[in-house]
C-alpha cells in the first residue's frame, strides 16, 4: 500500500523567509500529487495539484509555489512567506493503487511571526 | 464549477444514537466521486466512505452509511451508534473525473461533531 511521507511535521518562520515544505510517496507510481492549507479551525483549500514531473497546476494566486523534480516528491515553496501564509499544509495522492481515494501525509504546521 | 456545501458547523450527539451530518454538492461533470473524511485534534486525514456517481446503492462501511440522493445533490453522512472517539471534524469532498484533469478534490468546510457521554 502506498505512503505519503512529509516534512518538516513543525516550522515556525520568520516574516519573509523562505519556505521548502516536502512530500514522498512510496508504494506506488505515476500519482496525482496535491498541496491543501488549512487555516485554524477551516476546511481545506486546494492549492495546487500535479499529474506528472514537472505539470503543475495552481488553484488560486498566492505567495506560494510548487514544484515535481520526480515522480514521488512535490515540494511547496516560498521565497518570502507572509503572516497569511501560517496554517496546516497537507499532501495528499491518489493513485491507481489508492482507487478512488485520495490519501493525505502527516502534515506539516507552519507558523509565521 | 465545483462546490461543496456542509451547513452544519457544529453538531451534538448523545453517545450510542445515530446522527446525520449534511453534504451537498454542485458539478456539472456527470462522473464524480464523493468522499467523507475524519479528522481528529492530531490533524491527519482519516478516509471513511466513498460513494461513486454511478453507484446504485448507498455505500456502507461499519458504522458509516452515505446517504446519496443524486437528484437533489446530497451526500449525507450517517454514523450509527456514535462512540466518544467520533468526536472530530468530518469533511465531505468531491473529485470530478479524468475529464478535468488531474482528478481535482474539493472539501466542503466541515463539522465539528461532538458526541457526549
Known amino acids: 500500500s502506498q505512503t505519503i511521507h512529509q516534512w518538516p511535521a513543525t516550522l515556525v518562520q520568520p516574516v519573509g523567509s523562505p519556505l521548502s515544505l516536502e512530500c514522498t510517496v512510496e508504494?506506488?507510481?505515476?500519482?496525482?500529487l496535491y498541496w491543501y492549507r488549512q487555516a485554524a479551525g477551516r476546511g481545506l483549500q486546494l492549492l495546487f495539484y500535479?499529474?506528472?514531473?514537472?505539470?503543475i497546476s495552481s488553484e488560486v494566486p498566492q505567495n506560494l509555489s510548487a514544484s515535481r523534480p520526480q515522480d514521488r516528491q512535490f515540494i511547496l515553496s516560498s521565497k518570502k512567506l507572509l503572516l497569511s501564509d501560517s496554517g496546516f499544509y497537507l499532501c495528499?495522492?491518489?493513485?491507481?493503487?489508492?482507487?478512488?481515494?485520495?490519501?493525505f501525509g502527516e502534515g506539516s504546521w507552519l507558523t509565521v511571526v | 464549477a465545483q462546490k461543496i456545501t456542509q451547513t452544519q458547523p457544529g453538531m451534538f450527539v448523545q453517545e450510542k444514537e445515530a446522527v446525520t451530518l449534511d453534504c451537498t454538492y454542485d458539478t456539472s461533470d456527470p462522473s464524480y466521486g464523493l468522499f467523507w473524511y475524519k479528522q481528529p485534534s492530531s490533524g491527519e486525514m482519516i478516509f471513511l466512505i466513498y460513494?461513486?456517481?454511478?453507484?446504485?446503492q448507498n455505500a456502507t462501511e461499519g458504522r458509516y452509511s452515505l446517504n446519496f440522493q443524486k437528484a437533489r445533490k446530497s451526500a449525507n453522512l450517517v454514523i450509527s451508534a456514535s462512540q466518544l472517539g467520533d468526536s472530530a471534524m468530518y469533511f465531505c469532498?468531491?473529485?470530478?473525473?479524468?475529464?478535468?484533469?488531474?482528478?481535482?478534490?474539493?472539501f466542503g468546510a466541515g463539522t465539528r461533531l461532538f458526541v457526549k457521554a
Open positions: 460513494q461513486g456517481s454511478y453507484d446504485q
Open positions: 508504494g506506488t507510481s505515476n500519482p496525482n
Open positions: 500535479s499529474v506528472g514531473i514537472g505539470q
Open positions: 495528499a495522492c491518489v493513485s491507481a493503487s489508492s482507487g478512488n481515494t485520495i490519501y
Open positions: 469532498a468531491m473529485r470530478e473525473g479524468p475529464g478535468t484533469g488531474g482528478f481535482k478534490t474539493i
